[in-house]
């Protein structure tokens, strides 16, 4: 019975352990991590991985409080950079399962209800605004300007 | 070098650039308190992203009824178009942000049709009965709702006296990344922050411009050299039900 239990644990985690780039740890399934737009994300992967929520929330406090517009740890510009293209045209939703969003909050048992409000892909405008301010790495330029 | 002669006297251009200096310094009513002008600031348009909205601006819009044709429907679809409000074919559920309003004086028979959306009030009644502080006033007098808090009570659209609160029964996909909307949720016109944030007019004034009837004037009601505040100067205006003293931002010429 229990190795029944085994063979069937295994089964279940075989196409995700298949999923996993780059993983040499084995038979460890790791979440898949789509590259984004650009060199670099606006703050270390380790900062942004731990506290990426503690700066959303507080992004969301100023912009829809105090009307404070910086782009730096927007969730739309979270969006615009880590969306991929989708082969049929436009983009892929960062909620869809494999994503950038969704493959890590799956691995780690946490819902995401940023999307059950917020778009999942970027817009035309935004598509069209990322393309004209490039990121550069270690930095995220401050335009004066909002598009 | 061109020095200063005996004959001058004084140089012009010296002297225009200290009465300049001594403007921008502000003018000194007493030891310690100087009066600065505030003329340039306070625009959206000045305004970094970075800065937070103030209580110098005071957004308002002004409807000329007069110009409002009967029939004509453009700050409506601009306005669903711009936040992305697809309905579900269910008028009665459907979220509505603008909508226009057909009247007809019994007595006379005269017509008059105009758009009637948030009021934007200086004390809104939505936000003194919101138990969680969701629906809220920005300092520059754009109501708004905070869906991050709202638990989708509705005592904000009883509490409405124009009826311009929409609740989110369904599930609502697709949204416009700028304008986030969510089931479970209450909203209403929010005079298109994001396009005021960027120093642009709303979608609604900006479609109505297009369609040739330019009845809408948006603008900072606090600025007296804005073109609703000059406007609002020259002209009879009402505000709808201005015996409930909540001083809406939106006004209307001609009703």
Known sequence: MGRHLVLALLLLLAPAAAAAQDSDAGRVPLPTIVKGKGEACVADTAYMRRYHMTELDHQRDETMHRGVRTRKFSLKECVDCHATPAPTGGYVSVNAPGQFCRSCHDYAAVTIDCFQCHAARPGETATKRAGEFPRTAGKFRQESEVQ | ?255
């Not at chain 2, 061109?2 to 650039?17: C, K, V, Y």
């Not at chain 2, 002008?37 to 819009?61: C, I, K, N, Y």
């Not at chain 2, 200086?122 to 638990?151: E, N, Q, W, Y």
Request: with cysteine.
């Open chain 2, 1 to 255: 070098m061109t020095g200063r002669t005996p004959q001058q006297g004084f140089d012009p251009q010296r002297r225009r650039f200290l009465s300049a200096a001594a403007a921008a310094a502000g003018v000194t009513l007493a030891p310690g308190v100087t009066l600065y002008g505030v003329t340039a600031a306070g625009s959206a348009a000045a305004r970094a992203p970075e800065d937070p909205v103030t209580s110098s601006v005071r957004w308002g819009l002004l409807v000329d009824v007069n110009k409002c044709r009967d029939g004509c429907n453009a700050c409506v679809t601009a306005c669903v178009e711009e936040n992305g409000l697809r309905g579900n074919g269910r008028p009665e559920t459907d979220a509505q942000w603008i909508r226009k309003v057909e009247l007809r004086d019994p007595s006379t028979g005269a017509k008059r049709s105009l758009p009637l959306m948030c009021q934007h009030c200086a004390s809104p009644p939505c936000v003194d009965v919101c138990p969680t502080g969701a629906s809220f006033k920005r300092a520059d007098g754009i109501v708004l709702v905070d869906k991050h808090i709202c638990i989708g009570c509705r005592y904000c659209m009883l509490a409405c006296p124009y009826k311009a609160r929409s609740f989110i029964h369904e599930v609502v996909e697709d949204q416009k990344p700028y304008a986030p909307r969510g089931k479970g949720t209450v909203e209403s016109c929010t005079f298109c922050v994001h396009r005021v944030d960027e120093g642009r007019t709303p979608a609604c004034v900006e479609a109505c411009a297009e369609a040739g009837g330019d009845a809408m004037t948006f603008g900072d009601l606090n600025d007296p050299n804005s073109r609703i505040s000059k406007q609002v100067a020259a002209y009879v205006t009402d505000q709808i039900r201005p015996d409930l003293g909540l001083d809406p931002g939106v006004r209307y010429r001609n009703l």
